[in-house]
């Protein structure tokens, strides 16, 4: 089982991964807990990881980063056209790669914890 692009659908409590490999076939699908998800990683072979980008998908980005892996941030607006039927982390988890593996497709950037703090100032400020 050789990942090459993971997609990992960010909960509070438990969540879902979706994998494929170079010709783009499903490979995983795992529900994972937050203790469980590093751990997961860690064993992994460096790969893609991709998440919907969220406050806490920065951090998560910045953890497996030093596990080795390349990791990408999508914005959510551009992985809803790939939701296949009726919503659930597991579609979403799948439509998290269909949406990152279109050539064109853009990126969030990952922030630095220095960054977020800046963010959360100025949205403390704008509220």
């Not at 990683?41 to 893609?48: G, R, S, V, W, Y």
């Not at 953890?63 to 982390?89: C, M, T, W, Y």
């Amino acid at each position: 089982m050789e990942i090459s692009v993971l997609g990992i659908d960010l909960a509070k409590g438990v969540f879902q991964l979706h994998g494929v490999d170079a010709f783009h076939r499903a490979v995983v699908r795992k529900k994972l807990s937050r203790a469980q998800l590093p751990e997961f990683i860690a064993t992994l072979k460096p790969c893609l990881i991709i998440m919907e980008s969220c406050i806490g998908a920065h951090a998560w980005a910045r953890k497996f980063q030093k596990s080795g892996h390349q990791v990408k941030l999508i914005a959510p607006e551009f992985v809803r056209p790939f939701v296949k039927s009726n919503k659930n982390d597991a579609i979403d988890a799948e439509a998290i790669v269909e949406a990152a593996i279109r050539p064109n497709m853009r990126f969030v950037s990952i922030n630095t914890v220095d960054q977020q703090d800046i963010q959360i100032i100025h949205r403390v400020r704008n509220a």
